[in-house]
């Protein structure tokens, strides 16, 4: 069965440094990889996918993220953090192999919180 | 160029009460979807369409019921509300982007949400 986990209920980074948000999956094959932002009070918005190619991502916002085969992870970058980019962030995996219909499965999202 | 939008932004139910909440797209999408956000759960997929008078379940369909009569509208319905149903509602809407096998590599656009609350 697939699954996505996000291990950090919440990240707090200063403001200008590199963050890190963390995401691994369980799939049965090769998966398709999203990140989503939520502002508050707001819908999710799209940030990127790994599809396939390019290990390495590049999103909206300065965003990137890696795509780890053998550690299955797709951890959500930024070199230098902003005030603004205080949001939640999602996860989210898709197994293209799976045959019962529509499925891509969230995490529990992990709160980032930049301070100036 | 609306995007997804839906309707009403927040309600409140009594328990047994009946109500529709409707998303629109003006993107022309295929796909449309109804998710519950709740506190620590991720997004929970109720039910899904992917094309005009199609819907599908998803995985937590019980107590809801949708319709897509319009390829531009998604219906969620909730015939006799229970206090399990307080959560917000998204819909959102994608193409298909499908590759060889049919697989699609959608990306999703989420409408703002509904807060709904049944006491």
């Known amino acids: 069965a697939q699954s996505v986990a996000q291990p950090e209920d919440q990240v707090n980074v200063a403001e200008g440094n590199p963050l890190t948000v963390k995401c691994t999956y369980s799939v049965s094959g090769n998966p398709y990889l999203f990140w989503y932002v939520q502002y508050p009070n707001r819908g999710l918005q799209f940030l990127l996918k790994?599809?396939?190619?390019?290990?390495l991502v590049k999103g909206s916002y300065g965003f990137e993220a890696e795509f780890n085969k053998s550690q299955t992870s797709f951890h959500l970058k930024k070199p230098s953090a902003l005030v603004s980019d205080s949001a939640l962030y999602f996860c989210a995996v898709r197994d293209p192999y799976y045959t019962g219909g529509f499925k891509t499965i969230f995490g529990a999202g992990t709160r980032l919180f930049v301070k100036a | 160029n609306a995007g997804v939008t839906q309707t009403p932004k927040f309600r409140v139910l009594k328990t047994g009460q009946s109500m529709t909440l409707l998303c629109a797209q003006d993107m022309n999408h295929e796909y449309m979807y109804w998710y519950r956000q709740d506190p620590g759960m991720g997004l929970r997929l109720i039910h899904y369409s992917v094309g005009e008078g199609t819907t599908a379940k998803g995985e937590v369909p019980d107590g809801y019921n949708v319709s897509r009569l319009k390829k531009q509208n998604f219906l969620l319905g909730l015939e006799s509300a229970a206090p399990s149903q307080t959560s917000v509602y998204f819909c959102a809407s994608s193409y298909y982007t499908g590759l060889a096998g049919g697989t699609s590599t959608d990306t999703q656009y989420f409408g703002p949400g509904t807060r709904l609350t049944v006491l």
């Open positions: 790994y599809i396939t190619g390019d290990n």
